[in-house]
C-alpha cells in the first residue's frame, strides 16, 4: 500500500529554516517522482519543488528557487525539503506527494498518493 507520511513541520521565525522529511512506503522513492506542494488558507494548492527518479534531477518553483533544497535519501526512502531563509508567505500546509511517475508531473493532476500534510508557520 503507498503511504506518504510528512514530518518536521513547526512554528520559526522569518530568516529561519525548516527541514521537512517525507517518508514514503510501498513505493521506492529512486524508482518514482517526489512533489513537494503547499496550501496556504485561502489559496490553491501549488506544486514547489520536485525531484525525479534515477538521477534526482530537481525543479523548483520561483517562489522557493534559492532557498528551498529537495534531496532524496533512497536508503531511507525519504524525501527532505530543506527551508531556508523563511518569510511569514512561506505559511502553509506542506504535503508530499506521487504520481508513481518517473519524472515530474506539473499541476496536480495525476498525483493519486499524498501525505497528510504538515504545518509550517512563519512569524514573529
Known amino acids: 500500500q503507498v503511504q506518504l507520511v510528512e514530518s518536521g513541520g513547526g512554528f520559526v521565525q522569518p530568516g529561519g529554516s525548516l527541514r521537512l522529511s517525507c517518508a514514503a512506503f510501498?513505493?521506492?522513492?529512486?524508482?518514482?517522482?517526489v512533489t513537494w506542494f503547499r496550501q496556504a488558507p485561502g489559496k490553491e494548492r501549488e506544486g514547489i519543488s520536485c525531484?525525479?527518479?534515477?538521477?534526482?534531477?530537481?525543479k523548483y518553483a520561483d517562489s522557493v528557487k534559492g532557498r528551498f533544497t529537495i534531496s532524496k535519501d533512497n536508503a531511507k526512502n525519504t524525501v527532505y525539503l530543506q527551508m531556508n531563509s523563511l518569510k511569514p508567505e512561506d505559511t502553509a500546509v506542506y504535503y508530499c506527494?506521487?504520481?508513481?511517475?518517473?519524472?515530474?508531473?506539473?499541476?496536480?493532476?495525476?498525483?493519486?498518493?499524498w501525505g497528510q500534510g504538515t504545518q509550517v508557520t512563519v512569524s514573529s
Open positions: 525531484i525525479t527518479a534515477g538521477d534526482g534531477s530537481t
Open positions: 510501498g513505493f521506492a522513492a529512486k524508482d518514482h517522482a
Open positions: 506527494a506521487t504520481a508513481l511517475a518517473w519524472m515530474c508531473i506539473p499541476g496536480l493532476e495525476g498525483y493519486d498518493y
